[in-house]
């Protein structure tokens, strides 16, 4: 089993998207905010670095899932890596600058890592369940 702690990493990812934005933005007008699309940012955050989707919905716990079933949470996990890569592909379509790019490129592979770490783990799991799960077929 590997003992990289995926989660701690993600707190780490979130910093460096942050660190991103703030340097992107930091010394942004209010016209220019608004001339890059971000007036409504702008007015409900001012330059701050708040987490939200794409589409403006605020990130929040309840985004993240567990049922208690390992099954189960890992293949939750190993979508959610999958999502965040597809993500990162899709923002990699709108960056030129290579300052952006190589540390959103870095993200996008450490993704495919952690899918492939989660994937190890739900083979072990599978491997020494006490209790089979009829679902997988074993
Ligand atoms: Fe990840």
């Known amino acids: 089993m590997n003992d990289n702690h995926i989660g701690t990493e993600e707190l ?8 991103i934005c703030h340097q992107l933005t930091d010394r942004m007008s209010p016209e220019e905010m608004r001339a890059a699309g971000m007036g409504a940012d702008y ?25 208690g079933d390992p099954i189960t949470d890992l293949y939750e996990d190993m979508a959610a890596e999958q999502k965040a890569r597809s993500t990162y592909e899709y923002l990699l379509d709108y960056i030129d600058d290579p300052d952006v790019a190589d540390p959103i490129k870095f993200l996008r592979e450490r993704e495919i890592v952690h899918f492939q770490r989660f994937g190890e783990c739900l083979r072990y799991v599978k491997d020494h369940l006490d209790n089979k799960h009829v679902f997988y077929g074993k």
Do not use: C, N, Y
């Not at 409900?44 to 567990?66: C, E, K, N, V």
């Open 43 to 67: 007015v409900d955050h001012g330059l701050g670095i708040f987490p939200q989707s794409a589409g403006g919905i605020p990130w929040t716990a309840a985004g993240i899932q567990s049922k």
């Open 12 to 19: 780490g990812h979130l910093e460096m998207i942050g660190a």
